[in-house]
């Protein structure tokens, strides 16, 4: 088991940048898969970003090239780092894992078996 806590949301304009973190209660590395996503009111929960126990990383379409996940397994510690944000990126943004995976992670919510509380990102045009 693995709690999960998430910081770093804020509102920031069109344009701008954030770093979302998240700390894990135990070292993830290469037992859990990792993942970002997020949720606008109204909308179902969707994949941004992705990391296997191999390290492989995987992307939404829509924040490719614009968003990096990345990890330290010194601190137990995901990172994503959010650039040149658009209003449509607003949304609370959860951390989550799973036990084991393949050689690509998941960006389907539901295969996730341990979340955060989130954090909120608001990006004004």
């Known amino acids: 088991q693995v709690q999960l806590v998430e910081s770093g949301g804020g509102s920031v304009q069109a344009g701008g940048s954030l770093r979302l973190s998240c700390v894990a209660s135990?070292?993830?590395?290469?037992?859990?898969?990792m993942g970002w996503f997020r949720q606008a009111p109204g909308k179902e929960r969707e994949g941004v970003a992705s990391?296997?126990?191999?390290?492989?990383?995987s992307y939404a379409d829509s924040v490719k090239g614009r968003f990096t996940m990345s990890q330290d397994n010194a601190k137990n510690t995901l990172y994503l780092q959010m650039n040149s944000l658009k209003p449509e990126d607003s949304a609370m943004y959860y951390c989550a894992a799973d036990t084991g995976g393949g050689w690509l992670a998941s960006l389907d919510p539901s295969m996730y078996n341990y979340w955060g509380q989130g954090t909120q990102v608001t990006v004004s045009s």
């Open positions: 990391i296997s126990i191999y390290g492989i990383t």
């Open positions: 135990r070292n993830t590395y290469r037992t859990y898969s």
